[in-house]
């Protein structure tokens, strides 16, 4: 069936340590996204790449990288120089067809992170 | 700006009561796109209903409807004969170009 399909589903993280968390999708979707959600809050951008090998900041980027090499992939890494790791990740992807039509985005089961 | 405003941050109903999850947005551009999704404790986001800026026609899908409504900047989401099922975060979100602004959400509890 076709989704995403992000992993793993909880991390735990020392403080100090880089993790990458992984995007998969296989809708043959050009878009890719990554929130965080945190308690309380709505789901905040932190990148985007509406095409492979071209990624934009989002809202909160600071302390986290991405890359897409690949149409399907499209992976996280929370750096050590992020301040408040602690939370939930998703990502999600979309069709584009223009600036005149807005797909829905397509979201995965998240991955929960905790720094200890 | 663009923002999205759930008021209700959490609502609590017995089974069968109807519900409904308000959503008010802000935005200067003519056109976008309105969205419900629906997070259940799997964490998944789960597409409901879009809307575009020019098509304010109320929608009826089954036990679910949404009411669109421009001059207040409106776009509610019922809920009608509850269901234990229904309980989940539920986000309004509202997208223009391919930015997506999302509410806080809206926790509903459906009780037994």
């Given at each position: 069936?076709?989704?995403?399909?992000?992993s793993?589903?909880?991390?735990?993280?020392?403080?100090?340590?880089?993790?990458?968390?992984?995007?998969?999708?296989?809708?043959?979707?050009?878009?890719?996204?990554?929130?965080?959600q945190?308690?309380?809050?709505?789901?905040?951008?932190?990148y985007?790449?509406?095409?492979?090998?071209?990624?934009?900041?989002?809202?909160?980027?600071?302390?986290?990288?991405?890359?897409?090499?690949?149409?399907?992939?499209?992976?996280?890494?929370?750096?050590?120089?992020?301040?408040?790791?602690?939370?939930?990740?998703?990502?999600?992807?979309?069709?584009?067809?223009?600036?005149?039509?807005?797909?829905?985005?397509?979201?995965?089961?998240?991955?929960?992170?905790?720094?200890? | 700006?663009?923002?999205?405003?759930?008021?209700?941050?959490?609502?609590?109903?017995?089974?069968k009561?109807?519900?409904?999850?308000?959503?008010?947005?802000?935005?200067?551009?003519?056109?976008?796109?309105?969205?419900?999704?629906?997070?259940?404790?799997?964490?998944?986001l789960?597409?409901?209903?879009?809307?575009?800026?020019?098509?304010e026609?109320?929608?009826?899908?089954?036990?679910?409807?949404?009411?669109?409504?421009k001059?207040?900047?409106?776009?509610?989401?019922?809920?009608?004969?509850?269901?234990?099922?229904?309980?989940?975060?539920?986000?309004?979100?509202?997208?223009?170009?391919?930015?997506?602004?999302?509410?806080?959400?809206?926790?509903?509890?459906?009780?037994?």
């Amino acid at each position: 069936d076709g989704g995403i399909t992000q992993s793993p589903k909880y991390l735990f993280r020392k403080e100090g340590q880089n993790v990458t968390l992984s995007c998969e999708q296989n809708l043959n979707h050009d878009a890719m996204y990554w929130y965080r959600q945190d308690p309380g809050q709505g789901l905040r951008l932190i990148y985007y790449s509406q095409i492979v090998n071209d990624f934009q900041k989002g809202d909160i980027a600071e302390g986290y990288s991405v890359s897409r090499e690949k149409k399907e992939s499209f992976p996280l890494t929370v750096t050590s120089a992020q301040k408040n790791p602690t939370a939930f990740y998703l990502c999600a992807s979309s069709i584009t067809q223009g600036i005149s039509y807005t797909g829905e985005l397509f979201f995965g089961e998240g991955s929960r992170l905790t720094v200890l | 700006a663009q923002k999205v405003t759930q008021a209700q941050t959490e609502i609590s109903v017995v089974e069968k009561e109807d519900v409904t999850l308000d959503c008010v947005y802000e935005t200067r551009d003519t056109t976008y796109y309105l969205f419900w999704y629906k997070q259940p404790p799997s964490g998944e986001l789960v597409f409901l209903i879009r809307r575009n800026s020019f098509d304010e026609q109320n929608e009826i899908s089954g036990r679910y409807s949404w009411n669109f409504q421009k001059s207040t900047s409106s776009f509610n989401f019922t809920i009608t004969a509850s269901q234990v099922v229904d309980s989940a975060v539920y986000f309004c979100a509202l997208a223009y170009g391919q930015n997506f602004v999302f509410g806080p959400g809206t926790r509903l509890s459906v009780l037994p």
